[in-house]
Nanobody, 125 residues
Framework: QVQLVESGGGSVQAGGSLRLSCAAS????????MAWFRQAPGKEREGVAA????????YYTDSAKGRFTLSQDNAKHTVYLQMNSLNPEDTGMYYC??????????????????WGQGTQVTVSS
């Protein structure tokens, strides 16, 4: 049984910050790809950021670069997404996803087998 649990969402004013958490259990944490996706009203699900838990490159969508930062706590099997300088365009449901390494594309939702239930992020102007 694989389980991903997101937390840390909420409502914030434009310019504010939030830190999302994704805790993984049920399989080996190290050596996998973990990613954040979001889906805003009227828009398709898009990749926000991704990383390999065992080390390696990180990826960010263009709109997240310079504002969002991935980090992890290996002891807690948790990946964090620090989101600063939030704007209303960041509003959406944020999902954590995981899959073994060797993905064809980090920002393709179909590449990920395991998904959390999501945490809502709302940014008001």
């Amino acid at each position: 049984q694989v389980q991903l649990v997101e937390s840390g969402g909420g409502s914030v004013q434009a310019g504010g910050s939030l830190r999302l958490s994704c805790a993984a259990s049920g399989y080996t944490y190290s050596g996998i790809c973990m990613a954040w996706f979001r889906q805003a009203p009227g828009k398709e699900r898009e990749g926000v950021a991704a990383m390999a838990t065992g080390g390696g490159p990180t990826y960010y969508t263009d709109s997240a670069k310079g504002r969002f930062t991935l980090s992890q706590d290996n002891a807690k099997h948790t990946v964090y997404l620090q989101m600063n300088s939030l704007n209303p365009e960041d509003t959406g449901m944020y999902y954590c996803a995981a899959e073994r390494l060797g993905l064809r594309g980090w920002n393709d939702p179909s590449e990920y087998r395991y998904w959390g239930q999501g945490t809502q992020v709302t940014v008001s102007s």
